[in-house]
């Protein structure tokens, strides 16, 4: 078993590997020299219990989450529901790629990559090191481009009513997203020069969209802490989150995280969401993998192993609840504002 190289090396290698037959075949990634600037604001996401939206974000890099991803697809594709993964911005190698070396080809699930550059660096300098500068407008404007896409067409080529969709960040929560000089609000980070390449987080860039998350916490010595830092961060910005997995370093070092992070999770002072409701209450929505097989031994088998594919089937269970739930309180949202808020110009109205 690996301790802290685990995903780091393994995963990279992968992606290596899998980025060259990838590249022959893809016809999603966008790769894009200059950014074109959304100047409008980005509208609002229909929602729909047909197609379960979660935002995948890490407690830091190299935690595991295209690892999880894969999981998930893959849970999908043996469930036979149609699904789609997204990954907005990539920096060297190809996720996406990572996901088709170990999903056999299937007319039930698609890959989507928005934007690429071959650096394998933070976004925030890749962007800056191949000149390729993309802002957060442009970033959203796409996203929610391909979303809309995938819930009104594309989705109903690969299977017919409905499916899930998965939105894999870059990074940590508060990792950089790629750098535009066009990144000039408050909230964007720069070097204060005039016509710097701005950046936000990542937890910030995907604040708009109000979709909740998912977040990959970290498994080895430490990660604790790493963990709640980062869940502390995405609660504090507004977002649902419907679960927390990891993947437990190797056996008889440190022991699981996953005991602490139920115990902090079942405080009486509970993790609330932004309309109050307490999270992460349920058994089933802190979970944890087991330990990722030492290198260079294929994932394959760690994928069909009796333990991963029921606790990920569990946990899609669980988080397919959660989006209900979620759209429930959204559409009474709606409603309960209809009734209790007086519309102007409206009293006619029958």
């Not at 894969?70 to 594709?77: A, G, P, R």
């Not at 990959?216 to 989150?241: C, H, Q």
Request: aromatic share 6%; charged share 20%.
């Amino acid at each position: 078993m690996m301790s802290r190289q685990t995903i780091t090396n393994f995963v990279h290698q992968q992606r290596r590997g899998a980025t060259q037959s990838f590249r022959s075949i893809s016809t999603t990634t966008t790769r894009t020299n200059s950014a074109t600037i959304a100047t409008h604001p980005i509208p609002s996401l229909l929602v729909s219990k047909r197609y379960p939206t979660h935002i995948i974000f890490g407690a830091n890099t190299d935690v595991g989450k295209t690892v999880v991803s894969t999981s998930l697809v893959k849970t999908n594709v043996r469930k036979h529901q149609p699904v789609h993964y997204i990954k907005p911005l990539q920096c060297g190698g190809s996720d996406e790629g990572f996901l088709s070396k170990h999903i056999p080809a299937d007319e039930k699930w698609q890959g989507h990559t928005l934007f690429n550059w071959d650096t394998p660096a933070s976004p925030h300098l890749a962007s800056r090191m191949e000149n390729k500068p993309m802002s957060d407008e442009t970033v959203l404007d796409s996203l929610h481009s391909k979303l809309v896409d995938v819930s009104s067409n594309s989705i109903h080529n690969i299977g017919g009513s409905g499916g899930n969709i998965w939105i894999e960040t870059a990074g940590g929560v508060l990792s950089p997203s790629s750098a535009s000089p066009d990144n000039t609000r408050p909230r964007h980070a720069n070097d204060g020069g005039e016509g710097s390449w701005g950046w936000s987080t990542q937890a910030d860039l995907y604040k708009p969209l109000h979709l909740p998350a998912i977040l990959v916490g970290d498994g080895r010595l430490g990660g604790i802490s790493a963990t709640l830092s980062a869940l502390e961060s995405l609660i504090l910005r507004g977002y649902d989150v419907h679960g927390v997995v990891l993947i437990d370093e190797r056996e008889g070092e440190h022991g699981s995280n996953l005991p602490a992070l139920k115990e902090y999770a079942s405080r009486c002072m509970a993790l609330r969401s932004g309309s109050g409701r307490a999270l992460l209450r349920s058994e089933d929505s802190i979970v944890s993998l087991p330990p990722l097989p030492d290198m260079p031994m294929p994932l394959d088998e760690w994928f069909e192993s009796t333990e991963v594919v029921e606790q990920s089937a569990r946990f899609d269970d669980f988080l397919r609840g959660a989006w209900e739930d979620h759209v429930d309180i959204l559409e009474g949202l709606r409603e309960k504002g209809k009734k209790d808020l007086w519309w102007p110009f409206t009293q006619h109205q029958g």
